[in-house]
């Protein structure tokens, strides 16, 4: 199973449900669920850094056996084990990368499957949740700095093994120097702690403004060409330059905050290393320590700087996994508006028939229904008749004579489609976009395309169907990403499918080729056009027209009226 797990082949629903209770308890449960990569680089950054902090002893030894005068086989049996040590430390650092790059891998690739899950179950209403530069920023910033969290787990848990053997070899050595160790090191990493709550708040202060300036940065390439046709690029080209001056403070504030912690490192381990220097030297001239020992002394110290330095680096990086974890938490919290009913029931087989008994709306299984309905309503009526408990009763709105309420979520995102202006085009081939990975056969693309009037867009593309689309279409005319969407729709050949004003942005003579092709093609299955173009209307098997009208208690509802 562990194999499996995160194997690329795997779908992500195999990856089991995060803990979202809080930052520590997600970072956590990603060291739990798949614990040997990380297991095995404190394995190794122990082998790694154990050697390094062994060898000034082994010197020290070294030199003390040359002062005695005793022969040169002392000499060369210290020598040669200086040059193990020095081997094992190269084979294990080789391996630490491997393990540290494997653990890192690990966590970028779950926390992006359980984000893309996330995002998926939410579909259409995380808009209306959470930042869209927010979503954006956890996908890279902080699913980055979990990945730099678990990457130097092993050479931390090395470092603090590497402190522990030199303080205990110190001791055996000079009591009186390995108290020093003792003291002095877990005082240098404690004089880190104060500077970590204000960099992690720093950084949470910077993270937001960044989450900003991306949903601007998002909402002006959206939008250019809108603004440059009202003259509305400098406004928004200014409030865009002061947001990102901002986040350009943001960063210094932080900066500033993580420059102290770096110096910190340098200077906390290096007032340790001359103390023990310093009383080293007199245990010496005092004739307490030899020489060789001094020696040793001085190497241990000076090498205690690196699980020093190792620590404070550890304790910066995890000060940002947290604020990371903590925003992604906040994603993965967010609860989609349609939950699966306890006991679901099943839709019957074939055309869907529609109906809502508050609005008065019906469309009959198979046949096409027109329902007119003021523009600034269109997308909360879809709403309505599309997502359980978006408005009315909990049984108002029926789909083949079960409550919408009542069926299970991933029911009907198969038998229910709905496509609007809300719709956008991903960057890949035009192939890839439109099929979205569906088994249909060339020839049902064929007759979506013909039906929505788009193969002639796709024939103006170099190279067709693998031509390569940017994010949005933004090289296509309004009226050529909407065909697109439009056969994108079609070729799913859903159940029912609801469109909203599918031909707002084409001419005439391209919306009554539509509209007859359409209706052709959908013959047999059930398809509601939410609009008020009176060709839509002529072509229609039934006709609701939506007129606004006070409802008890002074709101509006729309009233059905069929024709």
């Avoid at 930052?23 to 390094?52: D, T």
């Avoid at 699913?143 to 603090?160: K, L, M, P, Q, Y």
């Avoid at 949470?204 to 046709?229: H, K, N, P």
């Avoid at 979506?448 to 796709?458: P, S, T, Y």
Wanted: net charge neutral; glycine share 12%.
């Amino acid at each position: 199973m562990t194999n499996r797990l995160f194997d690329a082949s795997v779908a992500p629903a195999a990856v089991p449900e995060a803990e979202a209770g809080g930052p520590w308890a997600y970072l956590w449960w990603l060291a739990r669920i798949r614990p040997w990569p990380l297991v095995l680089a404190a394995v190794l950054g122990a082998l790694w850094m154990v050697p390094l902090a062994l060898i000034p002893l082994v010197l020290g030894r070294a030199i003390d056996e040359a002062g005695q005068d005793t022969g040169q086989a002392g000499i060369y049996l210290w020598s040669l084990l200086a040059l193990g040590l020095g081997v094992l430390q190269a084979l294990a650092g080789a391996g630490l990368i491997q393990a540290a790059v494997g653990a890192e891998a690990h966590a970028l690739s779950v926390t992006h499957r359980v984000l893309m899950r996330q995002v998926v179950r939410l579909g259409a209403t995380l808009r209306g949740k959470a930042r869209s530069g927010d979503v954006a920023a956890s996908a890279t910033a902080d699913v980055e700095s979990i990945g730099n969290a678990f990457e130097v787990v092993g050479r931390t848990i090395g470092a603090v093994v590497a402190a522990v053997v030199v303080a205990v070899a110190l001791t055996l050595t000079s009591p009186v120097l390995g108290l020093a160790v003792l003291i002095g090191v877990p005082a240098a990493v404690l004089g880190i702690g104060p500077l970590l709550r204000p960099l992690q708040e720093r950084d949470e202060a910077q993270r937001e403004q960044m989450g900003i300036a991306t949903s601007q940065a998002g909402d002006i390439v959206a939008g250019l060409r809108i603004l440059r046709g009202i003259g509305g690029e400098a406004g928004f080209a200014e409030r865009f330059r002061r947001t990102s001056q901002q986040v350009r403070r943001a960063g210094e504030s932080a900066g500033r905050m993580e420059a102290w912690l770096q110096a910190a490192g340098v200077f906390l381990p290096g007032l340790v290393t001359v103390g023990i220097v310093w009383l080293g030297a007199r245990l010496a001239l005092n004739g307490t320590i030899t020489a060789g020992e001094l020696v040793a002394f001085y190497g241990a110290s000076a090498f205690l700087t690196l699980p020093v330095s190792t620590a404070t680096e550890a304790a910066e990086t995890l000060s940002l996994a947290k604020v990371a974890a903590g925003r992604i938490c906040n994603l993965l919290r967010l609860a989609p508006d349609t939950v699966r009913p306890a006991h679901p029931t099943a839709l019957p087989a074939g055309a869907l028939a529609l109906a809502d008994s508050d609005t008065g709306i019906t469309a009959a299984a198979g046949r096409l229904t027109v329902v007119t309905v003021p523009a600034d309503r269109m997308g909360e009526l879809a709403d309505r008749l599309t997502r359980p408990g978006a408005g009315g009763g909990p049984s108002a709105v029926r789909l083949g004579g079960v409550p919408l309420d009542r069926v299970d979520p991933e029911e009907l995102a198969t038998r229910l489609l709905r496509s609007g202006p809300a719709d956008i085009l991903f960057s890949g081939t035009v192939r890839e976009e439109l099929t979205a990975g569906s088994a249909r056969s060339r020839e049902a693309l064929d007759r979506a395309l013909f039906a929505a009037d788009a193969a002639d867009v796709v024939d103006g593309l170099p190279g067709g169907l693998d031509a390569w689309l940017d994010e949005g279409g933004r090289a296509l005319s309004g009226g050529q990403r909407q065909r697109l969407v439009l056969a994108r729709a079609l070729f799913a050949a859903p159940d029912l499918l609801m469109l909203e004003d599918p031909t707002a942005s084409v001419d005439a003579h391209t919306e009554a080729r539509i509209v007859d092709r359409v209706a052709t093609l959908r013959a047999g299955r059930t398809t509601v056009v939410l609009t008020d173009s009176p060709l839509w209307r002529a072509a229609a098997d039934h006709v609701v027209r939506l007129d606004a009208e006070p409802a008890p208690g002074g709101t509006d509802r729309p009233a059905g009226v069929p024709s």
